[in-house]
């Protein structure tokens, strides 16, 4: 089996270890090795690109009206004057 060590690790996460340990009853290098396993072990996101991520925000909603095609229609440039 491999064997690594992680340096500078904050006073304050260490001491969350330590009580998670204590509260799961087990020793904080067998946690840290349990939140290690957990993380590999979850499902990678499906990538996608931002009009898959787009178009899941809007999937299920709908329309319930007919949208016309604008095909042969002549393009008109914005007007800004007053």
Same mark, same amino acid.
């Given at each position: 089996m491999a064997q690594f060590v992680v340096r500078n690790i &904050?006073?304050?996460?260490? *001491?969350r270890l330590q009580r998670r340990a204590r509260r799961n /009853? #087990?020793?904080?290098? &067998?946690?840290v #090795?349990?939140?290690?396993?957990? *993380?590999?072990? &979850?499902?990678?996101? +499906?990538?996608? /690109?931002?009009?898959?991520e787009i178009a899941a925000l809007f999937a299920?909603? /709908?329309?319930?009206? &007919?949208?016309p095609e604008l095909r042969g229609h #002549?393009?008109? +440039?914005a007007s800004f004057d007053e």
């Open positions: &904050e006073d304050g996460v260490k *001491a /009853g #087990r020793s904080m290098e &067998e946690e #090795r349990d939140i290690l396993r957990s *993380a590999v072990n &979850e499902a990678d996101p +499906p990538a996608g /690109g931002l009009g898959t299920g909603t /709908g329309i319930d009206f &007919e949208v #002549r393009i008109k +440039p």
